[in-house]
């Protein structure tokens, strides 16, 4: 199922440098996409969301692309700080549903110092 | 903005005891509320959707007499773990919409141990 996973993708960036977070979504009518932060015991936490209308949107040192025809989305985080060591979800729904999410399996980001 | 609390953060309790989780909006008014269940190094798995005044729907696998939910106001969802088992223990987490709108905001988490 898409909420399973054993292992979580691990990606480690050295301070300082830009991140790549890669997502991959099952459902090509899906129009709405957020990005999450999860760090170890606390719950999920909002960083950007985009909308199937657009490709491409910015916030404070987050970019989220948003490629429909191969359904692929991408969390670029610049600058990237230790603070920003956690697991990154990537979700996504039907706005003309319910409004469920179904979220990916999750990459767990490593800064090093 | 956009926040919700959890309570307890963390619970303890025998086998064959019921807990209630509490999930509150507390600057906005929530008309759905959603209860997930994570394992460790796991994504989110939700259990069932809580829409305020009306009965939750439960995803599959889910059972409605063990996990119960009720959502009496738009601040508010609870969910009762009847009769806990060791096997219930896990991280259970809530999130909440504002009403016309579609991002979930998330709780902080409320770990459950059974023994």
């Known amino acids: 199922g898409e909420n399973v996973g054993l292992h979580l993708p691990t990606l480690s960036v050295q301070e300082g440098d830009n991140s790549i977070i890669n997502c991959a979504y099952s459902?090509?009518?899906?129009?709405?996409f957020i990005w999450y932060k999860q760090e170890s015991g606390k719950g999920p936490q909002f960083i950007i969301d985009?909308?199937?209308?657009?490709d491409k949107r910015q916030g404070q040192r987050v970019t989220v692309l948003l490629n429909k025809t191969v359904k692929h989305l991408s969390l670029q985080i610049a600058a990237t700080q230790p603070g920003d060591s956690a697991v990154y979800f990537c979700?996504?729904?039907?706005?003309?549903?319910?409004?469920?999410?179904?979220f990916g399996t999750g990459t767990r980001l490593k800064v090093l110092a | 903005g956009a926040v919700v609390s959890q309570h307890p953060s963390w619970v303890i309790c025998k086998s064959g005891t019921s807990v209630k989780i509490e999930c509150r909006s507390l600057?906005?008014?929530?008309?759905?509320m959603f209860w997930y269940r994570q394992f460790p190094k796991q994504s989110l798995m939700l259990m069932a959707t809580?829409?305020?005044?009306?009965?939750?729907?439960?995803e599959q696998g889910v059972e409605k007499d063990k996990f119960l939910i009720n959502h009496a106001s738009l601040t508010l969802s609870t969910l009762t773990v009847t009769s806990a088992h060791p096997e219930d223990s896990s991280f259970y987490i809530c999130?909440?919409?504002?009403?016309?709108?579609?991002?979930?905001?998330f709780g902080p988490g409320t770990r459950l141990l059974v023994l």
């Open positions: 809580s829409n305020e005044g009306s009965k939750a729907t439960y």
């Open positions: 985009i909308r199937s209308n657009m």
């Open positions: 999130s909440a919409t504002a009403t016309g709108k579609e991002t979930q905001y």
């Open positions: 459902n090509s009518a899906s129009d709405y």
């Open positions: 600057d906005f008014q929530a008309t759905t």
């Open positions: 979700a996504e729904t039907l706005l003309s549903g319910t409004y469920k999410y179904i």
